[in-house]
C-alpha cells in the first residue's frame, strides 16, 4: 500500500512562498499511470484541488490557482513538492498529498497523506 507524508512548516509570513514536501513510500513516483496532487481544505470549507504531477512528470493546476501554484518532484528522493507563492491569510488550511489514478482526486479514493496544518499569518 502506498502511503503519503507530508512535511514543511507550520507558519508562514504573508507575501511568502509556502513549500510542503511529500513523500512517497510503498509505490514508485514514475509508476504508470499514477497521479500525485496536492489538496487543501481551509478552515469550515470544502477541499480544494491545488495541482497534480503525473508519472511521466507533467503538472496540471487548478486555474484558480495556476498563476501561484507550483508542484514538483525528485524521483531520487521519492518526493514530490508543492510551492505556493504570495501567500495571504486566506491560505490557511489542511494540506494534504494524495495518490490517485485521476488528475484530480476524490476524497475516499486514492491514497492520502494525514494532512498538515499551515497557518499564514505576521
Known amino acids: 500500500q502506498v502511503q503519503l507524508q507530508e512535511s514543511g512548516p507550520g507558519l508562514v509570513k504573508p507575501s511568502q512562498t509556502l513549500s510542503l514536501t511529500c513523500t512517497v513510500s510503498g509505490g514508485s513516483l514514475t509508476t504508470v499511470y499514477g497521479y500525485y496532487s496536492w489538496i487543501r481544505q481551509p478552515p469550515g470549507k470544502g477541499v480544494e484541488w491545488m495541482g497534480t504531477?503525473?508519472?511521466?512528470?507533467?503538472?496540471y493546476y487548478n486555474p484558480s490557482l495556476k498563476s501561484r501554484t507550483s508542484v514538483s518532484r525528485d524521483t531520487s528522493k521519492n518526493q514530490f513538492t508543492l510551492q505556493l507563492s504570495s501567500v495571504t491569510p486566506e491560505d490557511t488550511a489542511m494540506y494534504y498529498c494524495?495518490?490517485?489514478?485521476?488528475?484530480?482526486?476524490?476524497?475516499?479514493?486514492?491514497?492520502w497523506g494525514q494532512g498538515t496544518q499551515v497557518t499564514v499569518s505576521s
Open positions: 494524495a495518490r490517485d489514478l485521476r488528475i484530480v482526486p476524490q476524497q475516499g479514493s486514492g491514497d
Open positions: 504531477i503525473d508519472y511521466s512528470g507533467r503538472s
